[in-house]
C-alpha cells in the first residue's frame, strides 16, 4: 500500500552536506518513509547549521528534498529561523491531506516551539526519541533541569512517540499515547566492491571515548601478542587537539605500526572498509545508563556489510543477538574483547557465518524500506483515528 502523506524530519544539522550518525537516521527513515509513497523532505533543528549564512533548498541524492537553516548569531538562530520553518511547512504542506512533522528531542523551549510552529501550520507531530536525558552525566545545573522537564512532557505534546529501543520504549507507555518502536535503520539491498576481508578489526566512535575508556585498544594490544598480522582501524571524530592526544596515546603505547587513524571518509570509502573487516567493534557497557537507553546506528550499517560485530550484552544487544549465531558476545572487559577478535581470526569460516546471519537480523528487523512502510502505516493510522 501507498501512503499519500506529507511528512516533514526535523532535527538535522546540513544534511545533507554533513555526515553524521543524526543525519544518516533521519535519512533513514526520509528514505524509508519515501520508498512507501510519502511525500517527505528533511529540515534542520531551529538553530541551523554552523557557518550557513542563508537557508538552503535542493534535493539529496535519495531524491529527499531537504532545507538547511543558517546560523548567523548561535543564542539566536532559534528565533530567527521560525519565519523560514512557517514558510517551509506551508510550501510542503499538502491542502485536504494528511501532513506530519516528526521531532527530535533537544532543549525543551526549543522543543515546545517546534511544537507550537508543526500545530499552527496543521501538521500532526510525532518525536523520535533516542537518547534518555535524565540517565546523561550533565555538570551544568541548566542541562540537568532540561533533562527532568523534557523527561517529563516529551510525549505530552505530541501524537505519537517513536522510541528507538525498549528501554525507551518502556519509559514513553506512561504518556498513554501511541507507541512505535523505530529502530536504527539501514539498507541492506547495497552492493559490495569487495572482494577479499583483510585481517583488521574497525571501530568508529568519538575521540573522547577512547581517551576516557581505554578497553578497545588495551584488548588489540593482547591481540597482537597472539596475532602480530592483525590491524585496528580507528575511524574517529573530533577536534585538533583530540586527534594530537590519541596520536600521543598511540605513540606511548607503541601502536603507531599497527593502528591507522581515519576520519570524515566518504560513505562509499567507509562502507567498503566494513566489507574488508575481520569484524567491527560496538563496546556497550552493561552497566552504563545511556548505553542501555541508546542504540548505535553504526549497529545496523556494520549488519550491512555480512562482517560479525564483536559487542557486549547491553541495551537492545540481547532482543536481537545471540553469541556465537548472529553476533559475538563477549564480556565488557579488554580480555573479553581480546578473546572475542581472536575468535574470528582464529576461525574464519565461523567469523564468515556469524556475519551472514547478522546480516539476516539487519534485513528483517531494520530495514529502511521494511520499517518505513511499518512507520508510514502507523501515521496514518494514527491520523485518521
Known sequence: MLYKMNVVVMGTSGYPKLLSANNTKCEYIASGLHEAGCKVSIMDGLFGTKGEKRRVYGIS???????????????????????????????????????????????????????????????????????????????????????????????????????????????????????????????????????????????????GYLLRNKLVLEAFKKVLEQNHDARLVLVLSGNEQNFRDIESLLKKEMLEEFVYVKSQLPQKELFALYDSSIALLVPLDPNNLQDKARFSQKIAEYLTSKRPIITSAAGEIPYYFKDNENGVIVPFTS????????????????????????????????????VGEQLAQVIYKVYTK
Open 61 to 207: 541524492g535519495n531524491g529527499i528534498k531537504y532545507c538547511i537553516l543558517p546560523r548567523k548569531f548561535k543564542a539566536l538562530s532559534g528565533f530567527l529561523n521560525i519565519p523560514l520553518v512557517f514558510r517551509f511547512l506551508r510550501d510542503q504542506k499538502e491542502k485536504g491531506g494528511i501532513n506530519h512533522i516528526i521531532l527530535s528531542t533537544g532543549y525543551f523551549p526549543i522543543y515546545v516551539m517546534l511544537v507550537i510552529i508543526g500545530r499552527l501550520s496543521g501538521y500532526s507531530l510525532s518525536v523520535h526519541i533516542t537518547e534518555w536525558d535524565l540517565g546523561m552525566n550533565y555538570k551544568r545545573q541548566i542541562d540537568k533541569l532540561n533533562a527532568r522537564i523534557l523527561d517529563r512532557w516529551y510525549g505530552s505534546l505530541v501524537s505519537l512517540i517513536l522510541p528507538i529501543s525498549h528501554f525507551l520504549e518502556e519509559k514513553s507507555e506512561r504518556f498513554h499515547k501511541p507507541v512505535f518502536l523505530l529502530p536504527v535503520l539501514g539498507s541492506f539491498s547495497r552492493i559490495s566492491d569487495v572482494s577479499e576481508v583483510q585481517p583488521h578489526f574497525t571501530y568508529c566512535g568519538h575521540i
Open 335 to 370: 580480555d573479553g574483547y581480546c578473546q572475542g577478535m581472536l575468535r574470528v581470526l582464529n576461525n574464519r569460516a565461523k567469523s564468515d557465518e556469524i556475519g551472514l546471519e547478522g546480516f539476516k537480523t539487519g534485513s528483517k528487523y531494520f530495514d529502511y524500506i521494511k
